[in-house]
């Protein structure tokens, strides 16, 4: 697929989960994969543009990657934002916890690490790297290869 | 992407209908309607979810705000959620703090 760029803003929310659903589809992942998907790729965006731009006052651009071989989907999402690396925040441990008790954070990046297959973060240069990994359904797999 | 919040109060009901998807840029829609309710004599947040095709993390933050303001005291009940909401509920532990059922009254 080829790569989308989008401004750093809420605005560009839209664009990057059509994307990523589209992405989904060419993979052939089923529904909930696809949803879980989304719903990471969605969450991390989100707080790059909220607290990796905005709250640090910065501009920039959200650039994404979709590529699919013969057994994963690996969507990678790059910004120039603050450092900021999902997988050393700590997993919630109040997920018992009646909800007007907890914190308001957390649950995002909680929802994006579980939701996906293999999650992975780089810092390259200036540049995060947030990259999601969802295996194919086997039977595409078994398609593709006879 | 296209997502609606419309508030009907009758009594000590408060019903938000909600629609589209709900994400960072959406969620603060929610958060006005919340904001609308009386909490005058007010006992039950109905949530009918049935139209409710997308939740994000930002919608269940709204959902803590709605707890804090009306106060433990008022049910929050979370009607007609459709499978992959319910996940998100579930996943996140917000099934133990709501009531979900199909319709309400129940």
Known sequence: ?146 | MAFTATLEQIDDVAKITLSGELDASTAGIFKEEIEKVSTENFKHLVLDMGDLEYMASAGLRVLIFAKQKMGSYVDIYVIKAQELVLDTLEKTGFDQSVIIQDDYPG
Do not use: W
């Not at chain 1, 560009?12 to 998907?37: E, N, P, T």
């Not at chain 1, 018992?96 to 990046?109: C, Q, T, W, Y």
């Open chain 1, 1 to 146: 697929m080829e790569p989308l760029t989008v401004a750093g803003t809420l605005d560009s929310l839209s664009a990057i989960a059509k994307y990523v659903v589209a992405a989904a589809a060419d993979a052939g992942l089923d529904k909930k994969a696809s949803y879980r998907l989304r719903l990471a790729v969605d969450e991390i965006a989100s707080n790059i543009i909220i607290h990796g731009y905005d709250e640090a006052c910065l501009d920039g651009d959200v650039d994404l990657q979709a590529t699919i071989d013969l057994k994963t989907l690996t969507i990678s999402i790059e910004d120039t934002a603050i450092n900021y690396d999902p997988c050393a925040q700590e997993t919630p441990d109040n997920l018992d916890k009646p909800i007007e008790l907890r914190p308001h954070g957390g649950l995002g990046v909680y929802l994006a690490i579980q939701g996906v297959d293999k999650f992975m973060y780089e810092r390259v240069g200036d540049r995060n790297r947030n990259i999601f990994v969802m295996n194919r359904p086997v039977t595409e797999t078994v398609a593709e290869g006879s």
